[in-house]
């Protein structure tokens, strides 16, 4: 997927989609406050969105090296 063509900031759905995750893996993770989950903004009182370029970053960083 092309960085240039994606939103500046995604939904739950659209990240979930991006990640190849579940709805429900970053509801849980913002629900726990999980340290290595995504990171996410909130706007408003609870407009949650996900800022892609970090989103993407987040990613990569997950990224393990075969041995």
């Known amino acids: ?13 659209h990240a979930a989609t991006l990640l ?5 893996f970053l509801e849980k993770a913002r629900f726990h406050r999980d340290p290595d989950g995504p990171p996410y903004v909130i706007f408003g009182r609870a407009a949650v969105r996900y800022h892609t370029p970090t989103l993407l970053e987040w990613a990569a960083g997950r990224t393990v090296a075969s041995q």
């Not at 997927?1 to 759905?13: G, R, W």
């Open 20 to 24: 190849g995750l579940s709805r429900s």
């Open 1 to 13: 997927m092309q960085n240039e063509n994606l939103p500046l900031y995604v939904n739950t759905d």
